[in-house]
């Protein structure tokens, strides 16, 4: 059996997914054979894997850290949100169902345990180290009887656990000793000890806070982590960028040609797979910004219509505020617009959607010949083509299927003038196809605009990678971090009161209400596990998005 370690964080957007790719490299690096696993994820940033299994992009660039292929069996719940009260739940990589939080936290996720620890066993079987990265706060009291993806997941496997902090949000201190004296004594006893993520300043400033937090605490800081700038690397949770601000940190590179290109990516509600856009922020002279009103368009060589995983939803807040006008205005100037799954299907004429919105049919924007009728079944698949004479790969993630009616082909969608649609995501990330999808734009645009004749995305990105693992090797303690992979958490940690209040100490029952019903799961749905079967006692509603909002 191997070793392993669990990455919890005082928050969400901790560092625990850099974290996690940094250790990952860091090992691969030294010649261990190492996976990463999240039990338990919720993100609409995700990816498709070779074997066509839908999981969460991070767990996916974790992967390429530790050099190795992504599966399903390293994500095995993956939570896709639709609305603020229910998500779709993606089971081994495939759609089982729409779920409300209610219903999922009231017992449906606890029914995965025996699912995500069956996985986890198997990645432990066929590697060195397993690298789980947790989700949100392992002190999320309310639902910690539940859990699969924090405590649950290191109870089950007897893992150490490693509490990563944000020392630029504040307060790290206080969270690092709550998130600790928050856990059951049983919980406590796998938490090793923490590790400090985004420090700006005099590490020698910072010790005897970290001194005074081993007397708290018994447990030491296994490292401390500078705030680096432009890692560029896969974002789990949201988009980390405000409206109107740059994609992520980087810099833009001067302009190989004359002039920089500036890209405009409108900011749909449920945005999914924003990295599509990476790609051509890592471009020198390329400036990509998200925007939301529509005089933000103006000066736009390129406008990007993103993934959606509310299509319907999207086209109507584009219309409310007045970009979808702008976009077909656009069109008609033939200034170049592209759109990518949802955003293919939203410039389409006619929208057919039964499933994901139920709102029947809705017209599109109609600056592309095509209509898309929803599908319950969901297409994910990893096509490789051709386009602009350069070869193509990509991944596709989408309900919706698109009868193309005119037009160029491009990709599986279409072009017309300057405006192209395809559901396939991922696809700027082939080096050729981008430089001559960007000469397109900068024609189109008349700007003198050139591409750098040797800009390589997945050489970028491995090098990122390399910084991440970089970072856990200079900043950190490997020896005793690879101690606590080996060995497990330290024996004799002594456990810091309170500890967790009593199951049902404040809930509903103690406050004289009844609990909330489960909501009841419909006939026929049935869960597309890797064997076709469904884990005991789980079961998945099929949750209307208005109903549940009502």
Known sequence: MSGGLLVAGTTSDAGKSVVTAGICRWLVRRGVKVAPFKAQNMSLNSFVTREGAEIGRAQAMQAQAARVEPTALMNPVLLKPGSDRSSQVVLMGKPVGEMSARGYHGGRQEALLGTVTDCLEQLRSTYDAVICEGAGSPAEINLRRTDIVNMGIARAAKFPVLVVGDIDRGGVFASFFGTTALLSAEDQSLVAGYLVNKFRGDVSLLEPGLDMLYGLTGRRTYGVLPYTHGLGIDEEDGLRVSLRGAVRESVVAPPHGEHVLRVAVCAVPLMSNFTDVDALAAEPGVVVRFVDRPDELADADLVVVPGTRGTVKALAWLRERGLADALVRRAAEGRPVLGICGGFQVLGERIEDEVES???VVDGLGVLPVRVRFERAKTLARPVGSALGEPVEGYEIHHGVADVRGGEPFLDGCRVGAVWGTHWHGSLESDGFRRRFLEEVARAAGRRFVPAPDTSFG?????????????????????????LIEGGAPAGLPFVPPGAPPLGAGGPESRGAAPDPAPQSPE???????????????????????????
């Open 459 to 483: 050489v970028l990105r491995e090098e990122q990678l390399d910084r991440l693992g970089d970072l856990v090797e200079e900043h950190a303690d490997t020896d005793a971090l690879w101690r």
């Open 524 to 550: 026929g749905l049935e869960f597309a596990g890797s064997a076709g079967s469904r884990p005991g006692g789980l079961e998945i509603d099929d949750v209307d998005v208005n109903q549940e909002a009502s």
């Open 358 to 360: 139920r709102a029947g």
